[in-house]
């Protein structure tokens, strides 16, 4: 009975808490806290000594390396890694089935453990058994002295079955998505840009994003629609994200639905980009709309560790991609979701940048670019240029778009530190709208500087992303290892008459083989029958 | 059998009187043609001492390596051959049996012709090596100096004890006349040892300085891969002379015209493939060993051979393999239906084939994979979770070990064949060969998982246990079943001779396989070496330094495998005129007609 | 693996005893059977080239079993002519005359208007190491460099340890990225780069080379590879410009350590 | 059909499918490294690539010289400049003579504050040939000024160089022309090993290293030995770390020296107590 009026309480507490600051919030648990004094943990299961003497091995040799012998996340490691490795002393647990400011189940430890979380630094555990997941879990728990007292005992809220999806709940799920400001974090196509995005902090200060809710397969805690409905309702404790009590409850899942309707299952990354062919050259002034109905490929950006200036977080973690040719122009569409459009600022590829930035100068901002890259020479065969800007033996093309002055370069690179102009033969244009960059590049297709793009050829292609905010630049950025561009073929081949080649071919093939076996078998086959 | 008649018996059409004259006339014009032409097509020399020249259209690579390698392939067949035929006599000699002298006798016969394309083939390699690559001869005489000449002498030898065991068939004691076999034996692989240390010599150069000069000539040609090599080829030599040999019998058969004629050509066919695949069984065993010394003599010239392009190589190669093993346990299970009481194994044959297929399968199955980027994404990486597990040398090991074990029951299947035991203790024989089996391949398949989980140098010597085990079940089970078939009764008879063609034609394509897979073992000995002449000491510097793509090596090796079988055609067809009867003038005409003489025959 | 095609496909087989097809119907039904296994049942599906591979085996074998005895070949001439001759198979006769050509002229419809695929790619993944490298103006011959740390795996574990643990701090501050936290080659870059980074923890890969070999690939990374290894889409950095030499020969260390692999050594023969 | 021409074709698939089968599997060239020779028609630009690669590799310069750093501490003058100021160091020296004066004969002119103790590198150990030197010299003249010179430049030091270096892959890259195992003496091995342009052992004259006048009684016979086949173990005071194990690593010395040859180095180096 004790623990029923508990969770009755607690939840009454949460829905209170949602418009509570964090001190509210730690005024409310010491609240809270007086009031279950008398509870007794007798029900909390902290395992055995020689369980946690298991998990504390474990940790050692898998886990203490990010998150430190103490459990309170190395420093080392947490300038590194975005976001930072949790602090366990701190029993601040993101990703639970308990409400926002409670303790995390067991099961919700070994979730995180088994599951980790994509895209960041925390990778799934499949190689651990269900046993050493356990002790792992025990082990974790005595960080914090919070886990053997009354917090220690916690209940897991209910969570229910996912209802069906409709065009309506996601129609309805737009408006509760307005109504409860999600945009003022998420921005409004929910890319990650909205207003206050650049602002945020963790529990520790250090900066944090807004999930990107376009791109599902991303989401820390899960992309199912139960994940999704968990995240909002427990919000993550230690990041800016509150837990959100939206009444009536079908609201709830029709946020979900609509969350859940801005993105595909799965990244589906690509591997080759066609570039379609059209008569007439690329006309810049049209934008986006010159490349409608193509279906874009998206590839995934990340970090570049080889040259200084090494970012190991990059701000952006895909492109999409679109290309065009005409008979004498060719053009990309380069697509990515950015918090924010920095376009006061230096950047270019060759700018240096250092490894490691302490204490940044912040009187100087950098803008965001992008660039698209070629091996110089196509005809090379296999042989490619090393993907990041060349090699002394092959050189590679960059088509470098400053999005601060909004003009293009064509550089070429023979290693990261030999990038030279070669000449201003780009056009470009760019355009953010709702936190997402639209940058086209244009150039002409010619014979001498290696620009031809013969029809039906694949040409290696990489990409590069910086991202401004993230002070990003020269060797600093997000890139791509090599990919194709296919340029197709203007006039197909129509398949009709190889077809029909074929196809009689075949039919002579037989009729002959028939005629032939009828022939030598035909009168004693036709006596047996 | 209506059409018998039509099939025209090539053997006996005689030659237009003229056609030798003829020939000699347009083949000494053509080469006079091309001495007369160097102005125009060799290109000069421009200096006076160059390092290399070039040969005309198809370069001096290609020139010497095809050279090379029909020496080559006539050498092993020379030297295999009296090693069985000196076998087969003293099999002859103790069973009394005069089909196995008569047998030994016919495949002496193949030997003269060989041994003289033999002699002409390296001599043309020599005067090739010395035109084109004078700098690499210079050095190699420089370092093998005097070994030549013993080389020469027994070579003189060769021909004595050759020609003294061919034309002394019959005429000496049979104890002289094996004395002179054994003699021809020990003299032909002195020959090949002396050989294999100039060429391994340029793999595993050993006993030099830094700088190349000799300080030990014992060391240059005791190197780390000579031994491997004499051993490896000696084996590879019978398995491959065993191949052309049962060819030679195929041939004769499919254009013999008598019953009796019929069966002598089947049963050489049978001898000579059951000599080839017997050698095949160890000959892995032997590559292992090779492969180990050169791992040892160099981790980049080893990891050249297994880990990089050639792994490729490695790949065809068990294709070649594979088809061998299956052609060969295809054969006899073909023979098995000649023979009566055989059709009780049929129901086995099914088995067998799976084995067969899953070895042959892994055994194929390269660790790198050639796949699309989509492809390579899904398998998370250029390893594949499953296959690339197949793809290394535990299962390899493993693979091929079951594979031999296969086709040995194959054999020990066409071998009970007619047969019925009466010994009392036939049950539990069977039961102890079967167990043998059982075991056998439980241990060697354990030891080829294991091999996944223990260091590489443990991992390797796991091969040793496996191949002990193969070995070991072999030989009991022979011993066993030796004693277990003592005086057994006859279910039937083997019916010689009722063979159908396309048995004849697999034994052809298990002579071209072989003679192919052996162009493959030329190509990377001598391209493991990348761009050396001699690995690490002399570079080669000439414009073929690269080694070539295997597509192109393949369709050198299927020319020059081309030309091997035209040469031995020539052989087969020179042997075949010493069984013919002597030309008689006929009445009326004084040359014959095809025609007539086709009814003659038939007639 | 997927269980259940293969299940399906061997109760399917086994169904099939009961029918007793001819012989040539049996092959066909064989090779079938065999192609979805492979095409199907094996997950991640294996690459098109060994499919095909593997089937032209499977082909041949079918073909051997159907000819090595002769009632059998004789059994499938008679089908074979029978269809061709016998008026009771005129309809299917005529059937397959027709569909066989639509079929091959889809086929080649198709071909021509699918989606464009990427070139396949083919690099040797452990080419062979040059003799010697020059690491920051240093001539190491790696035919006879040794981890100068190895040997105190024996003789003084304690420091042994300690130079594991450098190892760990360098892996984890540089290769963990993209070889993951397990060794895999399942870091959270990993999905960025083609081909995927080497998996440690196969024991194909370190436990089947010398440590030398390591050494030079990571000194040298993607950029010092030969020319046999191109495309060099290796993304592997040349870590000589980070890491001091004992950091590589610490950072060895530990990877073997981590994944409980043993490095190759040079056997001692002759 | 005839039998014979039955067989004829038959052979003749066979070698096609095998054929046809090594056209299936991956066709990849490999070429030979490419030589560091040097090719008459080079561009200066091209030739100043080489020499970095030279400067880096088997020039051994790195040991002891730094490019474009600051370090007051300096042993050796840094080169980040000497493309700027080689035309002005010696009155009425050209650029190219210059730089070809101090790599043929680097003692005749010593830059101020500095020692000498540079090697000829046209000489062995180093033993760079002519044209290799000029590479290295195009190199040096592009840090911070043009290069200028190609394999064409003449100079009055030409032909002085190591014989050339047609037996490419022969002689290995860099290094001594010291044979393993060559059995040598303690002197033996001071000389050949070159110990002599870094330090003095006879007079107490500091050169880039410590004097050896004394070192018999300052370290004991396996300090000694330490500090030979661990420089950096112990460091003199007042001398950088790095210089030696580079200098002795570049010159192939700890592959070369046998254990015998080290065990007469080190007697023979115990043996100078300075008296």
């Given at each position: 009975m004790t623990t029923i009026s508990v969770s009755a309480m607690t939840k009454k507490l949460v829905s209170a808490m949602t418009t509570l600051s964090v001190s509210a919030m730690i005024l409310a648990s010491t609240s809270m806290f007086v009031l279950v004094e008398t509870v007794s943990a007798q029900n909390v299961d902290l395992g055995t000594e020689a369980q946690r003497e298991a998990g504390r091995q474990i940790y050692e040799l898998k886990c203490a390396h990010c998150h430190a012998s103490d459990g309170a996340g190395d420093p080392v490691m947490s300038t590194l890694l975005r976001p930072a490795p949790r602090d366990f002393t701190a029993s601040t647990f993101k990703f639970r089935t308990t409400a926002s400011g409670e303790l995390p189940s067991d099961e919700d430890i070994k979730q995180s453990i088994r599951n980790g979380m994509p895209y960041t630094a925390m990778p799934p555990w499949p190689s651990l058994s269900e046993k050493e997941v356990t002790n792992l879990m025990y082990f974790i728990k005595t960080f914090s002295t919070d886990f053997a007292g009354v917090f220690g005992e916690v209940?897991?809220?209910?969570?229910?079955?996912?209802?069906?999806?409709?065009?309506?709940?996601?129609?309805?799920?737009?408006?509760?998505?307005?109504?409860?400001?999600?945009?003022?974090?998420?921005?409004?196509?929910?890319?990650?840009?909205?207003?206050?995005?650049?602002t945020l902090e963790d529990s520790w200060n250090y900066p944090i994003r807004a999930a990107d809710l376009t791109k599902r397969w991303a989401f820390r805690g899960g992309s199912s629609r139960s994940d999704i409905f968990r995240t909002f309702t427990t919000g993550l404790d230690g990041s800016p994200m509150p837990s959100f009590d939206i009444q009536p409850e079908e609201d709830q899942w029709n946020l979900v639905d609509y969350v859940y309707s801005l993105s595909r299952d799965n990244a589906g990354y690509g591997t080759v980009v066609t570039a379609h062919t059209v008569s007439d050259p690329i006309d810049l002034s049209a934008g986006a709309a010159s490349f409608d109905g193509i279906k874009p490929v998206l590839f995934p950006i990340v970090g570049q560790i080889i040259e200084p200036g090494r970012a190991f977080f990059p701000g952006v973690n895909a492109v999409e991609v679109r290309a065009l040719v005409s008979p004498s122009t060719v053009s990309f569409m380069l697509q990515w979701n950015d918090m924010s459009a920095d376009r006061a600022g230096k950047t270019g590829p060759s700018l240096p940048a250092p490894d490691r930035e302490a204490e940044p100068d912040t009187s100087i901002t950098y803008a965001d670019a992008v660039a698209i890259q070629f091996p110089t020479d196509v005809s090379a065969g296999a042989e490619q240029p090393y993907f990041i800007f060349g090699d002394r033996k092959l050189s590679a093309d960059i088509w470098f778009a400053d999005l601060a002055t909004s003009s293009a370069t064509h550089y070429v690179g023979s290693g990261a530190d030999r990038i030279e102009v070669s000449g201003p033969d780009l056009a470009m244009s760019a355009t953010f709208d709702a936190g997402q960059w639209t940058v086209i590049f244009s150039r002409a297709r010619t014979e001498e500087n290696h620009a031809a793009f013969k029809e039906g050829t694949f040409v290696p292609i990489a990409f590069s992303v910086w991202d401004g905010f993230s002070r990003e630049r020269g060797s600093r950025r997000g890139l791509t290892t090599w990919y194709y561009l296919y340029v197709d073929v203007a006039e197909k081949p129509s398949p009709v008459l190889p077809m029909m080649a074929w196809g009689f071919a075949t039919l002579l093939l037989g009729l002959g083989t028939t005629f032939l076996v009828r022939r030598k078998f035909g009168n004693t086959e036709s006596d047996r029958g | 059998m209506k059409d018998l008649r039509l099939i025209k018996d090539y053997r006996q059409k005689p030659l237009p009187a003229l056609l030798p004259v003829a020939i000699a006339i347009l083949v000494t014009a053509f080469i006079a043609a091309l001495v007369a032409l160097p102005a125009a097509a060799i290109p000069q020399d421009a200096v006076a001492n160059p390092e290399y020249r070039a040969f005309p259209v198809i370069g001096s690579r290609v020139a010497i390596w095809v050279v090379a390698q029909l020496h080559l392939m006539f050498a092993a067949f020379v030297l295999a051959v009296p090693m069985f035929a000196v076998i087969i006599e003293i099999i002859g000699m103790v069973t009394k049996d005069k089909r196995y002298d008569a047998l030994a006798h016919e495949f002496t016969k193949l030997l003269s012709v060989s041994?003289?394309?033999?002699?002409?083939?390296?001599?043309?390699?020599?005067?090739?090596?010395?035109?084109?690559?004078?700098?690499?001869?210079?050095?190699?005489?420089?370092?093998?100096?005097?070994?030549?000449?013993?080389?020469?002498?027994?070579?003189?030898?060769?021909?004595?004890?050759?020609?003294?065991?061919?034309?002394?068939?019959?005429?000496?004691?049979?104890?002289?006349?094996?004395?002179?076999?054994?003699?021809?034996?020990?003299?032909?692989?002195?020959?090949?040892?002396?050989?294999?240390?100039?060429?391994?010599?340029?793999?595993?150069?050993?006993g030099i300085s830094e700088t190349g000069a000799l300080l030990s000539m014992a060391d240059a040609m005791n190197n780390f891969i000579w031994m491997p090599i004499n051993i490896h080829r000696m084996i590879a030599n019978v398995a491959f002379g065993g191949s052309i040999a049962a060819a030679y019998g195929a041939y004769k058969y499919l254009g013999a015209k008598t019953q009796e004629e019929k069966a002598h050509y089947d049963w050489m066919g049978y001898v000579g493939n059951f000599i080839s695949i017997s050698a095949l069984l160890p000959l892995p065993f032997a590559g292992y060993w090779l492969g180990k010394e050169i791992y040892a003599y160099s981790q980049s010239l080893g990891i050249t051979l297994m880990g990089g392009t050639f792994s490729w190589l490695f790949i065809i190669q068990a294709v070649l393999i594979g088809n061998l093993f299956l052609a060969a346990n295809y054969y006899l299970w073909v023979s098995m239906e000649r023979i009566e009481g055989a059709e009780r194994f049929r129901k086995f044959i099914k088995y067998l084939l799976a084995s067969i297929a899953i070895t042959y399968l892994v055994w194929a199955t390269p660790h790198s994979l050639v796949a699309t980027v989509e492809e390579a994404r899904k398998m998370g990486g250029a390893h594949h979770p499953m296959l690339g597990v197949?793809?290394?040398?535990?299962?390899?090991?493993?693979?091929?070990?079951?594979?031999?074990?296969t086709t040995y029951i194959s054999f020990l299947l066409y071998r009970r064949g007619n047969k019925e035991p009466t010994v009392s203790w036939v049950k539990a024989g069977n039961f102890a060969q079967l167990a043998i089996f059982i075991g056998a391949v439980a241990i060697v398949i354990f030891l080829g998982i294991f091999g996944y989980f223990v260091e590489a140098k443990v991992r390797i010597a796991l091969s040793v246990p496996q191949v002990a085990v193969v070995l070991f079940t072999m030989i009991s089970v022979t011993i066993i079943d030796i004693y277990l078939y003592r005086g057994a009764r006859s279910r039937g008879k083997i019916k010689w001779g009722e063979m159908p063609a396309r048995a004849q034609y697999v034994l052809f394509f298990i002579a071209v396989t072989f003679a192919w897979t052996m162009g493959l073992m030329?190509?990377?000995?001598?391209?493991?070496?990348?761009?050396?002449?001699?690995?690490?000491?002399?570079?080669?510097?000439s414009p073929d330094a690269f080694t070539p793509t295997l597509g192109f090596a393949s369709n050198v090796i299927s020319v020059t495998v081309l030309i091997f079988f035209s040469f031995i055609a020539v052989v087969f067809w020179l042997t075949g005129l010493a069984g013919k009867k002597d030309w008689e003038p006929k009445e009326g005409a004084l040359i014959p007609d095809g025609e007539h003489a086709d009814e003659e025959v038939v007639r | 693996m997927n269980i259940l095609v293969i299940l399906a496909v061997v109760v399917v087989m086994f169904g099939l005893r009961f029918l007793k097809p001819n012989a040539l119907a049996w092959a066909a039904i064989w090779w079938i059977g065999v192609y979805l296994v492979f095409r199907y049942g094996v997950d991640p599906p294996m690459p098109t080239s060994i499919l095909g591979m593997f089937m032209f085996i499977i082909s041949l074998v079918l073909v051997a079993y159907v000819t090595a005895a002769n009632d059998r070949i004789r059994e499938v001439a008679d089908t074979l002519i029978a269809f061709f001759v016998n008026p009771e198979y005129k309809v299917a006769l005529g059937l397959t005359l027709v569909l066989l050509p639509l079929l091959v002229?889809?086929?080649?419809?198709?071909?021509?208007?699918?989606?464009?695929?990427?070139?396949?790619?083919?690099?040797?993944?452990?080419?062979?190491?040059?003799?010697?490298?020059?690491?920051?103006?240093?001539?190491?011959?790696?035919?006879?460099?040794?981890?100068?740390?190895?040997?105190?795996?024996?003789?003084?574990?304690?420091v042994f340890e300690a130079h594991v643990a450098g190892g760990r701090a360098v892996y984890y501050q540089n290769c963990v990225y993209c070889h993951g936290d397990n060794m895999e080659g399942d870091g959270f870059f990993a999905h960025g780069f083609n081909p995927i980074p080497a998996n440690f923890q196969d024991p194909t890969t370190i436990a089947m080379l010398q440590e030398s070999y390591l050494f030079w690939r990571i000194a040298k990374g993607a950029p010092g590879l030969p020319s046999e290894s191109t495309p060099w889409l290796s993304a592997m950095p040349a870590w000589e410009t980070f890491l001091s030499e004992e950091e590589i020969w610490e950072v060895i260390l530990f990877i073997y350590d981590y994944t409980e692999q043993r490095p190759r050594v040079s056997e001692e023969v002759h | 059909m005839n039998t014979g021409v039955k067989i004829f074709l038959f052979v003749l698939a066979i070698l096609a499918f095998y054929s046809y089968v090594g056209q299936m599997v991956p066709q990849k060239i490999t070429y030979p490294p490419e030589t560091a020779e040097l090719a008459a028609d080079m561009t200066t630009e091209e030739l100043a690539v080489a020499g970095a690669e030279i400067v880096a590799g088997k020039g051994t310069c790195l040991g002891c010289h730094t490019i474009g750093s600051s370090d007051a501490s300096l042993r050796f003058p840094d080169l980040g400049n000497i493309g700027a100021v080689a035309g002005s160091r010696i009155d009425g020296m050209s650029e190219i003579e210059y730089l070809a004066e101090s790599l043929y004969d680097p003692d005749s002119y010593i830059v101020d504050r500095f020692l000498p103790g540079m090697p000829a590198i046209g000489k062995p150990p180093i033993g760079l040939t002519d044209d290799e030197i000029l590479a290295v010299m195009a190199y040096l003249q592009s840090l911070g000024g043009t290069s200028t010179v190609t394999l064409a430049t003449t100079h009055s030091f030409t032909g002085q160089g190591a014989s050339g270096s047609d037996g490419a892959g022969a002689t290995p890259s860099g290094g001594a022309a010291v044979a393993l195992g060559a059995g040598l003496d303690g002197p033996g091995v001071f000389a050949a090993f070159l110990c002599g342009t870094c330090h003095t052992i006879d007079k107490p004259d500091r050169l880039v290293g410590p004097s050896l006048f004394d070192v018999g009684s300052r370290l004991s016979k396996a300090e000694i030995y330490e500090a030979v086949m661990d420089p950096d173990a112990t460091l003199a005071e007042g001398y950088p770390g790095g210089v030696m194990p580079a200098t002795l690593g570049a010159s192939g010395f700890f592959q070369k020296v046998s254990p015998e040859e080290i065990r007469a180095l080190v007697d023979y180096l115990a043996s100078h107590t300075g008296e």
């Open positions: 209940v897991p809220l209910e969570m229910p079955d996912p209802p069906g999806m409709s065009d309506e709940s996601i129609t309805r799920g737009r408006e509760v998505y307005v109504e409860n400001q999600c945009a003022d974090c998420h921005g409004d196509q929910g890319r990650g840009d909205g207003k206050s995005a650049p | 041994f003289s394309l033999t002699a002409t083939l390296g001599a043309l390699m020599v005067v090739m090596l010395v035109v084109l690559y004078p700098g690499v001869t210079q050095y190699m005489v420089s370092i093998f100096s005097w070994s030549f000449f013993p080389y020469i002498l027994l070579f003189f030898l060769e021909a004595v004890f050759l020609y003294s065991y061919y034309y002394g068939w019959g005429k000496f004691s049979p104890k002289v006349h094996l004395s002179l076999g054994i003699a021809l034996n020990i003299v032909g692989t002195a020959i090949m040892f002396i050989a294999n240390a100039w060429l391994t010599f340029m793999n595993t150069p050993n197949l793809g290394v040398m535990s299962a390899k090991n493993t693979a091929v070990n079951i594979l031999i074990l030329g190509y990377v000995r001598a391209g493991m070496r990348q761009h050396w002449h001699v690995f690490g000491v002399m570079a080669d510097t | 002229a889809f086929q080649v419809y198709s071909g021509m208007s699918g989606q464009p695929q990427a070139p396949l790619l083919a690099r040797t993944i452990h080419p062979p190491p040059p003799g010697s490298i020059s690491y920051q103006g240093k001539q190491i011959d790696l035919l006879t460099v040794h981890n100068p740390f190895r040997g105190l795996e024996q003789s003084d574990p304690t | -």
